[in-house]
């Protein structure tokens, strides 16, 4: 019904103090809280918080992950420096005559042999550290193993059966870049979860925490996903 | 070519046998990588799973030219 007998400058009162109820204000700030800010991050980074585009084989369609993360870039550094000194191995060679028994056709081959070795081991190092990724989504904690490419190990656990998270970060190396290992321990049926050698682990472990009081604030208050 | 003990010994033709079947049990390796990487793909999708396949492919790739150059060279 239209306000046909109110003034208009009360009309605009009103207007006015519909604009600034407590109401609508906290309801702009839950909607500003619910509006995280999604990591926009490229998808090899090793901590991706609310990553876009990521899926896995156990997800629920419902679950949500939360955060994303991998083993800090810096510890692929020893594999990559091997991987320099055997690309550059054969031309090495050339100063130590330990293949001139061999005939020319033979000393080719044994070189490109090498070589593939030496993509072997790049490639298998790439898809480890890429592939074997920790994740947390608003219901559950996830480990993904890959060991040597051929043998696949998946572990994951309620975030309501977490009972002690800790994290570890000490050296030089681990300080400077800021990288730890997370120690989760649970009640399900694999006791220990090891984040190792990831990003800010303090904030993976408030991240857990936060979880961790949102599961029981569920249970009490009896809300079902 | 070297010296041999044997003369007659078909020294240089058992080395080749040798060094091919090592290199067919590389490709056969990469098949394995070529199909593990297929798994992994499947079980996480992280957004660059094209490249993964890709690496995958060209490793079995080089796997199966340098077992042809050994096949023509040797």
């Not at chain 1, 970060?169 to 050698?197: C, H, S, W």
């Not at chain 2, 990588?33 to 499947?42: F, G, I, P, S, Y």
Request: aromatic content about 12%; cysteine-free.
């Amino acid at each position: 019904m239209p306000d046909i007998f109110i003034s208009e400058e009360k009309k605009e009162e009103k207007k006015k103090v519909k604009e600034n109820t407590p109401v609508e204000k906290e309801v702009k700030e839950i909607l500003g809280k619910t509006l995280i800010k999604k990591d926009k991050k490229s998808l090899i980074a090793s901590y991706l918080r609310n990553p876009k585009g990521v899926d896995f084989e156990i997800k629920d369609k419902k679950e949500k992950i939360e955060l994303l993360l991998r083993m800090h870039p810096i510890t692929n550094i020893k594999w990559i420096l091997v991987s320099i000194v055997m690309i550059f191995a054969p031309v090495a060679l050339k100063s130590f005559p330990i293949l001139d028994f061999l005939p020319g056709n033979y000393r080719f081959i044994a070189i490109l042999g090498w070589y593939l070795i030496t993509t072997s081991f790049v490639l298998e190092n790439i898809l480890t550290w890429y592939f074997n990724v920790y994740i947390i989504t608003d219901e559950r904690i996830i480990d993904v193993d890959f060991y040597n490419l051929i043998y696949k190990d998946i572990s994951s656990a309620e975030i309501e059966r977490i009972q002690d998270v800790s994290y570890r970060m000490g050296g030089v190396t681990r300080t400077v870049f800021n990288y730890g290992d997370v120690f989760i321990q649970t009640a399900a049926e694999k006791p220990n979860f090891e984040f190792l050698a990831v990003p800010k682990p303090d904030k993976v472990v408030k991240l857990l925490q936060d979880l961790m009081i949102e599961e029981k604030q569920e249970a009490i208050e009896g809300r079902v996903r | 070519m070297g010296q041999v003990i044997f003369p007659n010994f078909p020294t240089w033709g058992i080395a080749k046998g040798f060094i091919l079947f090592g290199i067919a049990m590389y490709v056969v390796f990469g098949f394995v990588v070529v199909r593990q990487v297929k798994l992994m793909t499947n079980t996480l999708q992280l957004g660059y799973e094209a490249i993964a396949k890709t690496l995958s492919y060209l490793h079995l790739m080089f796997t199966i030219a340098v077992f042809i150059f050994a096949l023509l060279i040797l």
